[in-house]
């Protein structure tokens, strides 16, 4: 399975603002994790529609976490930034590599393991990956 960078570069602002306690600037942000601040301005438009994070205007402004960190899933992040997620692309029947019933029952496997990588990846919250110090600042 592969990532896009649009998904690293999201889950690293994710993390980064679970360590925060304050609403941070998509510059400050940029800057701390090494990001094209263009880019993560996107990858965090797109986490605020559907409520990962949550934007606030004004001096006191910027952008933080929407829920508790710990309500927060890595799948959640992928998921919205890399969808469709797939580890394997599921041949025709008729074509290669399946054209004998044998080779599409194999995509099983893959089925499979697609499963788990979505439950291993939804039982890891963003708080698992903060570090200690700064996990209770976001328990609302």
């Known amino acids: 399975m592969k990532i896009s960078k649009k998904a690293y570069y999201g889950l690293r602002a994710v993390i980064a603002l679970g ?17 094209p601040e263009d880019y993560l301005e996107k990858i965090l438009q797109a986490l605020r529609r559907v409520g990962i994070v949550e ?3 004004g001096a006191d402004g910027g952008y933080s976490l929407a829920r508790p960190a710990r309500e ?16 394997f692309s599921t041949p025709i029947k ?3 590599p399946c054209l004998q019933p044998g080779h599409c029952q194999t995509n099983e496997v893959w089925r499979i393991l697609e499963k788990e990588i979505e439950k ?4 890891i919250s963003i708080d698992d990956l ?3 110090d700064a996990r209770q600042k976001h328990a609302f």
Not at 72 to 87: A, C, G, N, Q, T
């Open 72 to 87: 927060i899933s890595v799948w959640d992040i992928l998921k919205e930034l890399d969808s469709p997620l797939r580890s």
């Open 55 to 57: 934007a606030k205007k």
């Open 94 to 96: 008729g074509t290669l």
């Open 130 to 132: 903060l570090p200690k």
């Open 19 to 35: 360590r925060l306690s304050e609403p941070a600037s998509i510059r400050s942000i940029a800057e701390t994790e090494h990001l």
């Open 120 to 123: 291993t990846l939804s039982s």
